[in-house]
């Protein structure tokens, strides 16, 4: 009876075996749909990405002929195409399209603070900050809308990792076209220390223009829009955080400003990274000492490329083996104290002896009432 019993079974089961297949398939099916919906939308990136790029500037002021202004690269920064320095902020730009209008999003960036325990990138700023020369038509190269679109800014909250006294005292902000900026987190170290690598990152939000906007298209019954944002990853200074351990000190291109995320989503390699060479510390730009024959002196001259922290000057002059003397009575004010432009600066020594060699540099003093001496310029002052 059992084995009667069991080939009943069996038959009821062979007779259904299809219908049962079927409906299994058809579960599958629907399961695995319901997962495309739901994982879909955390993993594609929903936006083009136009450029991320930065500003190549030739000797500091921009390329003279063929590509004017901004060479904007997606390479490194090297001493080849720029000559940015310590102190100064390495322009950044962001272009984005396929947004749906009236839509909300987040860009999440990476800049590396420290590399080895020396200071980088130590906080984001606005992209003029000493590019000032930048002009509309320069930061929308290649953007069709971009120079009509309206432009919105959003204030950068200080790093607490920096002390108050490094930031640049001007105001700090995001800049876009296309849209609205509406939040920006505290830059927070995303990985490492900084005694050694770190990375620190920063989340803006914001929302997409009207439907209406310069840097929107319609295309058949779909419009999209984009948007540009600027800023600047400031580059950090040994007069801040010491000799020997600032971004001139850092060999390699091993630190960045990098594109990161959209919406929470990754965005793949997107670095604009700057290479050995591109910073500098000098805070001179040139030096001068010659013999006037006509007033029996010997005329110096100077350019301070900045005077962010910087008070004064002073002369110091020697002759032969013998000590550094401040020749000046008092300190030689600087023009621009706090700002990151220089000025020309001149003095006449007239307590010199023909016949005889002299040298001669200058003394910066800042702010901290630390002090750093220039390059020495010789001067022969002719026999009579």
């Known amino acids: 009876m059992k084995n009667q019993k069991n080939s009943h079974f069996d038959s009821i089961l ?15 099916l629907l399961l695995f749909a319901v997962l495309l919906v739901n994982i879909q939308p955390q993993h594609a990136l ?13 000797k500091g002021v921009g390329y003279a002929s063929g590509d004017t202004g901004c060479r ?39 800049y590396g603070t420290t590399k080895g325990g020396k200071h980088a990138y130590d906080f984001l700023t606005t992209w003029n900050l000493s590019e000032s020369w930048i002009t509309l038509d320069d930061r929308c190269q290649d953007i069709t809308g971009c120079t009509t679109a309206a432009e919105d800014v959003f204030s950068i909250s200080d790093d607490p990792n920096v002390p108050a006294a490094y930031f640049v005292p001007a105001s ?14 505290t830059p927070t170290i995303f990985s490492g220390t900084y005694t050694s690598d770190s990375e620190t990152r920063i989340t803006i939000s914001f929302t997409v ?19 540009v944002l600027w800023f600047g990853g400031h580059v950090a200074r040994q007069l801040d955080w010491g000799a020997g351990t600032s971004a001139g000190s850092i060999s390699g291109s091993p630190y960045h400003v990098a594109f990161v995320e959209m919406d929470g989503a990754s965005v ?23 013999w006037n024959e006509t007033t029996a002196q010997i005329d110096l001259s100077w350019t301070s490329a900045t005077e962010h922290n910087v008070v004064g000057y002073n002369v110091q002059r020697k002759r032969g083996p013998g000590r550094w003397k401040q020749i000046n009575p008092a300190l030689i004010a600087a023009k621009n104290p706090g700002m990151l432009f220089g000025a020309v600066y001149n003095f006449n020594d007239a307590a010199v002896k023909h016949g005889k060699k002299y040298k001669y540099r200058i003394e910066i003093v800042y702010a901290s009432g630390a002090a750093r001496v220039s390059d020495v310029v010789k001067v022969k002052v002719p026999k009579e």
């Not at 929903?46 to 030739?58: F, R």
């Not at 902000?173 to 920006?184: E, I, K, S, W």
């Open 14 to 28: 062979l007779k259904n075996r299809r219908p049962l297949h079927r409906a299994a398939v058809v579960l599958t």
């Open 209 to 227: 223009g009207p439907s209406n906007g310069s840097l929107c298209e319609t295309k058949g019954q779909t419009t999209t829009c984009g948007v």
């Open 172 to 185: 700090r902000q995001f800049v876009m076209r296309g849209g609205d900026l509406t939040a920006a987190t």
């Open 46 to 58: 929903a936006v083009a990405i136009g450029a991320y790029d930065q500003c190549a500037n030739d």
């Open 72 to 110: 904007w690269i997606n390479g490194n920064l090297n001493s080849n195409n720029s000559a940015y320095q310590e102190g100064d902020a390495t322009v950044q730009r962001l272009w984005l399209n396929d947004f749906v209008p009236d839509s909300t999003h987040t860009i999440t960036l990476s």
């Open 268 to 290: 793949g390699q997107r670095d604009n990274q700057m290479q050995l060479g591109a910073p500098t510390v000098a805070e001179l730009d040139a030096i001068e000492a010659d």
